[in-house]
């Protein structure tokens, strides 16, 4: 069964740009979540879909945005980047939503210069 | 918001020793919690999850042990072995959704 996969692996992108990043869950998950890891500050949570629907939120600006297809793959939209956005995205599938446990992809190495 | 805060950015143990790394959360709401494992260059991996009903659960090598009135749980790794050298992250949740995570803590297990 293959796993979570995320494109690109690695980009780069200068200020004032805008980023679309694809992942391809699991083959039947249908819950996909999108996370932002930063040094010190762990894994920060984007937002959650399920079914083509956004269930939950993080704290983030309205420059990122994402959206699910009906075949469960996703993608985020960042916006207008900034250097702060310099990250790895990381995007996680489970079979339902409320589930737990996480399947996590590779990630995308974003770096705004 | 750091509701899930793993307040040790690093440990370093001797293989075959015991490996602790804690965590602890403000979310009294939070009622899953899992600890996941990563690699460079790779995803986290899940490792062991405990539900707030219990306050221990083992797997292995692994157990985890929640504190409820202290909101605070603990990863023991025994005994330690250099393959375990990675970034462990507490993750916590309530009824699954909406996962918070910790900053990490990266474990060295030295020969």
């Known amino acids: 069964k293959a796993g979570v996969t995320q494109t690109p692996r690695y980009l780069i992108k200068t200020r004032g740009q805008q980023v679309t990043l694809s992942c391809s869950p699991i083959?039947?998950?249908?819950?996909v979540s999108w996370y932002q890891q930063t040094p010190g500050q762990g894994l920060q949570f984007l937002f959650e879909y399920f079914s083509e629907t956004q269930r939950n939120k993080g704290n983030f600006p309205g420059r990122f945005s994402g959206r699910q297809f009906s075949n469960s793959r996703s993608e985020m939209n960042v916006s207008t980047l900034e250097l702060g956005d310099s990250a790895l995205y990381l995007c996680?599938?489970?079979?339902?939503?409320?589930?737990?446990?996480?399947?996590f992809g590779e990630g995308s190495r974003l770096t705004v210069l | 918001d750091q509701q899930v805060k793993q307040n040790s950015p690093s440990l370093s143990v001797q293989e075959g020793r015991i490996s602790i790394l804690n965590c602890d959360y403000t979310n009294s709401m939070f009622d899953y919690f899992l600890w996941y494992k990563k690699y460079p260059a790779e995803g986290p991996t899940f490792l062991i999850s405990?539900?707030?009903?219990?306050d221990k659960n083992e797997d292995g090598r692994f157990t985890v042990f929640l504190n409820k009135s202290a909101k605070h749980l603990s990863l023991h790794i025994v005994p330690s072995q250099p393959g375990d050298s990675a970034v462990y992250f507490c993750a916590a949740s309530v009824e699954g959704d909406d996962m918070r995570f910790g900053a990490g803590t990266r474990l060295t297990v030295k020969p």
């Open positions: 405990i539900s707030s009903i219990k």
């Open positions: 083959s039947g998950h249908r819950s």
């Open positions: 996680a599938s489970s079979p339902m939503t409320g589930t737990g446990e996480l399947f």
